[in-house]
């Protein structure tokens, strides 16, 4: 398979994707959702990107190094954003963020 | 995580897009491809709407039972139609695809 | 254009997409978020689906009605939640999916 | 709407998804389809970025300007490789790339 090469990279995209989708919804149960706006906005932002990207390299598109390099960017500002944060969804979506931007910056290299 | 009764329906898709997303890519660099039309556009349906359900599952949504119902049925169309052809991407996608039809409705049920 | 058949219906799912999209995060700014839960979740939920079926119909897929009908039942979930609520973009995203509904069981039938 | 600001560029990257998912469609049922190879491949990736970039904007992200750089550089590539082929669809997926090019431009200015 021509898309091995990205076999890290994909599955941490697809797992950002997944915790960033989590996320946004558990934020939006939160007693203080009134301060998790720009999470939650993050979050729809990150999970969708991170999607289109998993989607490029198991394409093994000619963009991929460049879409995984915008990725890597959001990923960074959405764990940013949820490490501001103490729930469990956000700590966990931190998490999945910085993988996720470590192992696309990795790619694009 | 409220997306923990979901993960194995998840990784399911999750692996299901990527099969198809490589699937489609391979089969427009096969000699054959004139006679692939059909698997490659299944492929990308399939892939779309894989990645779709992860995200419905993953965000607890209300419509992620009539996603994967939907799901499963176009995995089913993309399964029989890469039965047909004898690459390993298609062995291999036809594979994913099953997998996920069965996980959708288990999923759904 | 083989999509011309579609137009009507694909030009109703962009808006209605565009329309939850931005109903969801207008709905992040308000201050009475914690009552617009599920009318942001329904606004992602069928923001996606809007702009998948969008592709599938560009795309004169063979499993573009089946997917315009369970469109359908999303964009009515969605402004039946949307007219709970009495701000502009929560009134505006339920006429967009009335509007989509409508185009998606046209399309269907 | 806070989205009007986006409206020419959202239209523009909508019109430009669904004319690169008819051209990829259209591509797969010409009889020179095993040169069409690569204009597929860029309009399934083109397709997928800008209906991500009108997402971004109808939900007037702090990355819309980014992601509307990088659509407008894959719109470009697609632009120039449908304008080597003569079929009415790749002639019409090239104008409507150009066309999402420049409003991406201008949005991301």
Known sequence: MTS???????DACNACADACDHCSVA???EPGVANLGRCIRLDMD???LCRLAAGFMS????????ICRACAELCDAC???CEKHDHDHCRQCAQACRD???ACRDMAA
Chains 1, 2, 3, 4 share one sequence.
Not at 4 to 10: H, M, W
């Open 100 to 102: 996720c931007a470590a």
């Open 79 to 81: 764990a940013q954003e």
């Open 59 to 66: 394409r093994d598109s000619e963009h991929a190094s460049s």
């Open 4 to 10: 091995e090469k990205y076999s890290t990279c994909i």
């Open 27 to 29: 934020c939006l149960g």
């Open 46 to 48: 990150c999970a969708a």
